[in-house]
């Protein structure tokens, strides 16, 4: 009777061990819309679909552009904040969910007034605390399981000087602290984490409508050759990038271009989990590349680009897909991100749906796997 105790005993331990090793979290971002601020109707299909179908999702990671927001009105923004958490609701009462349940940061669209910060803070204060002193609530890590995971504001009120008319950066963004983020990485690595998640609204590498802004943020009138005065934001990009190779980051987990799609540079992945009710956008122009009305413009012609796609190291011209890799995938859809942890391999699966006809920012009902890839565990 006691051997049979102790295989059960064993046998529960070894359950409670790989459970361990396999848990799953979502990514997704970006679902401003029309509803006091939110696109209620894509987005509480996405939570519904996922909170019915991802049973293992111990958390979700949301890194910005919750709602509209207001440059002039931060009580409006307090009351879109307040509508998305409503709708966002399925995840917080989701008893399979770890709490905080969601995790967070800023978009440009949540700080565009000097009050958001403070309120945002406010209206989240589940969220860590252990950033840099003028980021609290904004940038902090927290560890889960075998992961590590950090969220860093690359928005913030105000980065820029906005009495300084000669600037054509129409957003500010960068990483402001990357000591902190390296100190943050060396004591990651120091307690053994198998994996490393960093979140940021901005991609490392835009893809879609902000080749202009996102981290290297060239400006809107960015021409060759270079003026090396205007490339404070490009070099801090490009440090961040580096704090990713040193510390064998797993993925970059971002939004802002309101898009589905993924690449690898160095063996890092960025995944752009950015089309969570927000209206769509089309990825960078290629050449030659004609769209029908219904489809949209793109945000620059294909001749327009092009000193970006040179300055950035884009791969440009015939044949070729006006991203920074040849491993670029991207799908104009509403979706969220499955990130399934595993001991040697980080499993993603994308749940989406397509856009109805003519349209940016409705979707079609059916919600399926619209992706799959994996990451395999850097040695
Ligand atoms: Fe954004």
């Keep these: 009777m006691v051997s049979m105790y102790k295989v059960l005993f064993f046998l529960l331990l070894s359950v409670g061990f790989i459970n361990a090793q396999n848990f ?46 207001s440059k002039t009105d931060p009580q409006s923004t307090i009351s879109q904040l307040n509508r998305w958490k409503e709708v966002m609701q399925p995840f917080y009462n989701n008893p399979n969910m770890v709490a905080p349940k969601i995790w967070l940061t800023v978009g440009n669209h949540e700080i565009q007034h000097r009050d958001d910060e403070a309120n945002f803070r406010k209206l989240f204060p589940e969220i860590l605390l252990n950033g840099p002193e003028e980021e609290k609530g904004l940038t902090y890590s927290f560890d889960f399981d075998s992961c590590h995971f950090v969220f860093v504001t690359s928005d913030k009120w105000y980065y820029g000087n906005p009495e300084d008319t000669t600037d054509d950066r129409r957003d500010w963004q960068y990483i402001n602290n990357l000591d902190w983020l390296e100190n943050d990485l060396i004591s990651a690595q120091e307690r053994g984490t198998k ?37 404070f934001h490009y070099k801090q990009r490009n440090k961040y990038w580096d ?14 271009e309101h898009l589905y799609d993924r690449l690898s540079v160095d063996g890092i992945y960025q995944i752009v989990a950015g089309s969570s009710g927000a209206p769509l956008y089309n990825f960078n122009p290629k050449y030659g590349e004609v769209l029908s009305p219904d489809e949209g413009g793109f945000e620059l ?79």
């Design 24 to 69: 799953s979290f979502i990514a997704m971002s970006d679902s401003r819309g029309t509803d006091n601020g939110v696109n209620s109707e894509v987005l509480s299909a996405l939570v519904n679909h996922a909170v019915k179908n991802q049973p293992d999702a111990k958390f979700v990671l949301f890194p910005g552009d919750l709602v509209d927001g």
């Design 195 to 231: 994996y490393t998640f960093i979140m940021t609204h901005e991609p490392v590498f835009p893809t879609g409508g902000h080749l202009r802004d996102a981290l290297p943020n060239l400006g809107k009138n960015f021409t060759l050759p270079a003026d090396t005065s205007k490339l």
């Design 243 to 256: 704090l990713c190779k040193k510390y064998k980051v797993t993925a970059h987990i971002c939004g802002h």
């Design 301 to 379: 012609s294909y001749e327009q680009a092009i000193p970006y796609y040179d300055f950035l190291g884009y791969q440009h011209g015939p044949g070729k897909n006006s991203q920074i890799s040849e491993d670029f995938k991207g799908l104009k859809a509403f979706e969220y991100v499955v990130f399934k942890v595993q001991a040697d391999r980080i499993s993603v699966d994308t749940w989406g749906a397509f856009p109805k006809p003519k349209s940016f920012d409705t979707m079609q009902p059916e919600i399926k796997l619209i992706d799959s890839f994996i990451i395999m565990r850097y040695e």
